[in-house]
C-alpha cells in the first residue's frame, strides 16, 4: 500500500522511472491490480501506450474489484480513441 501511494507522489512530480521502480516492489496478488492500473498510468505519462494497454489489461485480468476494472477498461477505450 505505501508503495503505491509513493509510486503516485513519484508519477505526480514527473519521478516516472522511480515510480516504476518503486511498483516493482508491490508484491501480494490482493494488490496486483491497482499496481497495474498505477503502472499503465506512468506508462502513458512516459508516452509509452502501448505498455500502458498492456498493463491495465493485466490489471482487469487479475483480481479486480468490478470498480476497478470499470475504470481500467475505460482507460483502455480512451487508448484505442
Known amino acids: 500500500m505505501v508503495n503505491l ?3 503516485r507522489i513519484q508519477m505526480q512530480e514527473k519521478k516516472l522511472d522511480e515510480a516504476l521502480k518503486t511498483l516493482d516492489g508491490v508484491k501480494g496478488e490482493g494488490w496486483m491490480a491497482m499496481m497495474q492500473d498505477v503502472r499503465g498510468d506512468v506508462l502513458l505519462a512516459k508516452g509509452d501506450s502501448k505498455g500502458a494497454r ?3 489489461s493485466k490489471g482487469i485480468e ?3 474489484s468490478q470498480a476497478l476494472a470499470a475504470v481500467m477498461r475505460m482507460k483502455l477505450n480512451n487508448l484505442s480513441s
Do not use: D, G, I
Open 5 to 7: 501511494r509513493l509510486a
Open 54 to 56: 498492456e498493463a491495465y
Open 62 to 64: 487479475s483480481n479486480a
